[in-house]
């Protein structure tokens, strides 16, 4: 087996999408689917409030790289010596290890015109704080790849044919050749979790579906219409659609167990049009800062609406999403 090791210098933005100003471009898309300073005395740790940040040295990547190392070798490897040994590449690429079975051009090529590209603008935008863990981004070639070391190394059989985020594992894991799409979307989540741990699902997945087809519009990352648009336009016209204060309370268990597809298209597209009024950012730093008082942020999105009949605002926002178009809009009201 062949390791290669390299230190990303992003001397070179490969973006996947690229503008100038506000022109139409390409973007990053998934595949379709049918479906600062401490503060003293120190506060007693909450599910509100993220830990504190740690900063990793040069050092610590090289501990963690050995370990990745000795892992591969342990559960790849000495799994089955007979079947073909899959040559990886390590792109460190902070604060992530991005991890690939593909040529190193192409892993370092992922790394910088995806994972750089994505974190570089959400910290603009929404993150303050970096993950506190090393995190692995695993980068496999096909489905095929995915699906054997999802299961060597993680002991998973994958739910999804895109790929998936594992706090458990400290690991994004995905098949690549469905495009970057599904990556930048997991990449939202553990920065979620290192800057609103107590951040409700509606928010979660809406944040991170609408970069799932994104591209670049004046320096910020923006979202795009994308394969959720036309079923949520079908559960619009069949009256399925929950009102926004339901929406806003699920739990995890209601929202990734009750009409799943449904509840993250219509995330997505609430996001997507907080994103084409100028106010999605405004809308998620006043939530981060008034979470205790509205942990569903429903309060902070009428506030943020300057909406007081949030049945009404229902139905301009269903008026809205039935003009929509599978495309790259980027233009902001």
């Known amino acids: ?60 990547f090289e501990k963690h790289l050995a370990l ?19 040559d990886f590449a390590f792109v460190i ?17 992922h790394a910088e015109g995806t994972v750089k590209w994505a974190v570089d603008r959400l910290r603009q935008d929404f993150f303050r704080n970096d993950p506190n863990e090393i995190l692995d981004i695993w980068l496999f070639k096909d489905a095929a790849s995915y699906e054997r070391h999802a299961r060597l190394l993680f002991g998973d059989t994958p739910t999804t044919p895109y790929g998936y985020y594992s706090s458990t594992h400290k690991a994004l894991i995905m098949n690549i050749d469905t495009g970057g799409g599904t990556l930048v979307h997991e990449i939202v989540h553990p920065f979620m979790e290192a800057n609103f741990p107590a951040c409700p699902p509606w928010l979660n997945e809406g944040l991170g579906s609408l970069y799932e087809q994104c591209g670049d519009t004046d320096g910020h990352i923006h ?19 929950p009102a926004f204060k339901d929406l806003t309370a699920m739990d995890a268990n209601a929202f990734y167990n009750e009409d799943r597809g449904v509840n993250y298209a219509q995330a ?13 950012v405004k809308f998620y730093r006043e939530f981060l800062d008034r979470q205790k008082e509205d942990p569903s942020g429903y309060q902070t999105l009428q506030k943020i609406l300057a909406e007081t009949d949030m049945d009404a605002f229902k139905t301009k926002w269903e008026q809205y999403v039935l003009t929509l178009r599978q495309g790259y809009e980027v233009t902001v009201d």
């Open 93 to 109: 690429q902070r604060p992530f290890v991005v991890i690939g079975d593909e040529p190193q051009t192409e892993v370092q090529r």
């Open 268 to 280: 997505r597209y609430l996001c997507y049009y907080l994103q084409q009024k100028g106010v999605l």
């Open 68 to 86: 990745l190392k000795g892992e591969i070798k342990r559960k790849v490897v000495s799994t089955d010596p007979r079947a073909p040994a899959a």
């Open 223 to 241: 979202g795009f219409t994308n394969w959720r648009l036309p079923g949520l336009q079908q559960a619009i016209r069949a009256k399925q659609v």
């Open 1 to 60: 087996m062949r390791i290669a090791i390299v230190f990303s210098l992003a001397l070179l933005l490969f973006a996947a999408c690229q503008s100038t100003g506000a022109r139409k471009m390409p973007a990053i898309a998934v595949a379709q689917s049918s479906t600062t300073a401490p503060v003293l005395p120190t506060p007693v740790p909450s599910p509100n409030t993220p830990p504190a940040h740690k900063t990793f040295t040069d050092a610590d």
